[in-house]
């Protein structure tokens, strides 16, 4: 919950914190009248009825762009904190003429960009000995986040789903973003995009703070998309990171099966396993077969049509193969089976031939 007060005692009283205040080194506390000094802004968090912090926020040479300080109490400091970051900034879009807000991230308090970063604003540039910190000249990174920007969708990235094409379509209006996440993880190969996460890795790096937007899936028949996943190890020449023919598609699938038993080889984590989470009630599944439609009804459904349009999707990392059933044997068949049982049933996708569709 966000509100705003004027009430200069309570305000003083947060940003005469000690240790808060060592820490932001906002400006001297004589400076702060919320009663009279008209270009600020002041916004309460609060958790359960009890106030955590303020943020304050002052026009920036004109009243559509506002630097903003968050200054949360050190009790209630950690990782949660993003979603009343987010919810202030988006008060200020919906409660003034702001369209921008700005703020400066000294480089010895890294958990300032980092925080800042999740809540969706991007680096603008970097100003080197432009604060001063107990004594100490310090640089910053000057990090902006605008209107339209702030994360409208969170949407999970399962590989071979378009997940491509509608991670560029998203922009920075996702919450799950490339550098938001590490890319040390030994399973991404220093290749693959540690976007492609599943909901539970995403609250578990980034924060639960995900689950407040409309989360969106894109599941796939799971015989298509391991032709999919064989044409694009051969358009890419990825058999070779990870040691599997290419050849033929039989021996593909028999590297994959034999790969799919290591839990890093993300690849061949079932779909079910990226959706897999309690207490989402957002959850929006699309079929890869109905792609475009369901992504404009995705977007109706949740009143985003004033940043998307699915007819402006765009087709990445595609491949072109004939109708995946041209390519299975027996073999092939009970191998996809056994790795993807699960998404079968739970999608209720079947084998079928081409003039079967």
């Known amino acids: 919950m966000i509100e705003r007060t004027y009430d200069t005692e309570l305000v003083r009283s947060i940003l005469g914190n000690k240790k808060l205040f060592q820490r932001t080194g906002i400006c001297e506390l004589n400076s702060f009248d919320p009663e009279n000094q008209h270009e600020l802004v002041y916004l309460l968090p609060k958790r359960n009825g009890v106030v955590i912090g ?56 890294p958990a300032v960009l980092k925080h800042t970063l999740r809540v969706g604003f991007k680096v603008e540039g970097y100003l080197k000995n432009s604060t001063l910190s107990n004594g100490v000249i310090d640089n910053q990174t000057l990090i902006s986040i605008e209107k339209k920007t702030i994360a409208a969708v969170t949407f999970i990235r399962i590989p071979k789903n378009a997940s491509t094409s509608l991670y560029s379509f998203f922009g920075d209006n996702n919450t799950i973003r490339n550098e938001l996440l590490s890319a040390d993880n030994c399973k991404y190969l220093n290749f693959f995009d540690p976007s492609h996460c599943s909901i539970k890795d ?150 079928s031939y081409d003039n079967e569709q």
């Not at 026009?59 to 949360?72: L, P, T």
């Not at 987010?86 to 000294?106: G, S």
């Not at 985003?304 to 390519?327: C, Q, R, V, W």
Request: charged letters at 20%.
């Open 54 to 109: 303020v943020t304050v926020f002052h026009m920036f040479n004109n009243n559509f762009c506002y630097q903003g300080h968050v200054n949360y109490l050190p009790e209630f400091w950690g990782s949660w904190l993003v979603g009343y970051t987010k919810e202030a900034v988006q008060w200020m879009f919906d409660n003034t003429k702001c369209t921008k807000v700005i703020a400066f991230a000294p480089d010895h308090y």
């Open 202 to 351: 995403a609250v578990k790096n980034i924060g639960d703070e995900v689950l407040n937007s409309p989360v969106l899936a894109i599941v796939r028949n799971p015989f298509d998309r391991l032709v999919s996943m064989f044409f694009f190890a051969k358009k890419y020449d990825i058999g070779k990171i990870y040691d599997i023919s290419t050849s033929d598609f039989d021996s593909f699938a028999r590297g994959f099966h034999r790969l799919s038993r290591d839990p890093e080889f993300f690849h061949a984590t079932p779909q079910s396993e990226y959706i897999s989470i309690n207490d989402c009630d957002n959850l929006t599944i699309v079929r890869f077969e109905n792609l475009n439609n369901g992504i404009s009804d995705f977007i109706d459904s949740n009143n985003i049509g004033d940043l998307f349009n699915a007819d402006d999707l765009p087709s990445l990392n595609g491949t072109e193969h004939k109708h995946y059933s041209n390519y299975y044997s027996p073999e092939s068949k009970e191998i996809v089976q056994d790795m993807w049982g699960v998404d079968l049933e739970q999608f209720s996708y079947s084998f």
